[in-house]
């Protein structure tokens, strides 16, 4: 079953405190994303990989840096996490350049 | 500049009629791809319908088709007798060449009974 996986679904953390958002896919897929999701600002790119190890910064990548170290898992990490990293972060993947992504669940933080 | 443009914020429809999203974009790329997604109340990001630029036909997939006017830059969704389920947030996308992939900011349709 062609499945995108995020976990945890939903995370509290204190200001300053690190953070491991982690994503998997069951389909070999090359590319993935990480977006997050704030009212009224639609789904920003924050990184995208094309491979292990071929990571490039998206629009706001700032704060967060990310690890690709097998081709089925991609993780986001907020060093020192800050209030205003408060929001819904969604992972994806897909197959090539023109396919349509395939996005997880989504990981609802908040940070205090 | 915005790369993906959606103006509608928000739409409200009656049941069974056809409602139609508008969606404008901006690239320079000869070849790219554009995409319409479909947010639910619970979150779900889901993909509904693509059109690839090389294309002149416009894409249709079940109760879904788009309005592809390439000399205006526009890629617009029609969704035809729509249904309560159909409720949710619509989101145009676009991929040019092998890097971003940009999302507008989206539009809320209410179905109506």
């Known amino acids: 079953d062609m499945k995108v996986t995020q976990m945890p679904r939903y995370l509290i953390k204190r200001m300053g405190e690190n953070v491991l958002l982690e994503c998997g896919q069951d389909?070999?897929?090359?590319?993935m994303y990480w977006y997050r999701q704030d009212p009224g600002l639609g789904l920003q790119l924050i990184y995208i990989s094309y491979d292990v190890d071929s990571n490039s910064e998206g629009d706001i990548p700032k704060g967060y840096r990310v690890s690709r170290k097998k081709r089925e898992h991609f993780s986001l990490i907020l060093d020192s996490a800050k209030t205003n990293q408060t929001s819904v972060y969604f992972c994806?993947?897909?197959?090539?350049?023109?396919?349509?992504?395939?996005f997880g669940e989504g990981t609802r933080l908040s940070v205090l | 500049a915005q790369k993906v443009t959606q103006t509608q914020t928000s739409i409200s429809v009656m049941e069974k009629t056809t409602v139609t999203m508008d969606c404008v974009y901006e690239?320079?790329?000869?070849?790219?791809?554009l995409f319409w997604y479909k947010q639910t109340a619970s979150g779900e990001i889901v993909f509904l319908i693509r059109?690839?630029?090389?294309?002149?036909e416009n894409a249709t997939v079940g109760h879904y088709s788009l309005n592809f006017q390439k000399p205006k830059s526009s890629i617009g969704l029609i969704i035809t007798a729509t249904q309560i389920e159909d409720s949710a947030v619509y989101f145009c996308?676009?991929?040019?060449?092998?890097?971003?992939?940009?999302f507008g900011k989206g539009t809320s349709l209410t179905v109506i009974p």
């Open positions: 994806a993947s897909s197959w090539g350049c023109n396919q349509a992504p395939l």
């Open positions: 389909m070999s897929h090359e590319t």
């Open positions: 690239t320079q790329d000869s070849s790219y791809f």
């Open positions: 059109q690839d630029s090389y294309k002149k």
């Open positions: 996308a676009m991929r040019e060449g092998y890097q971003n992939f940009y």
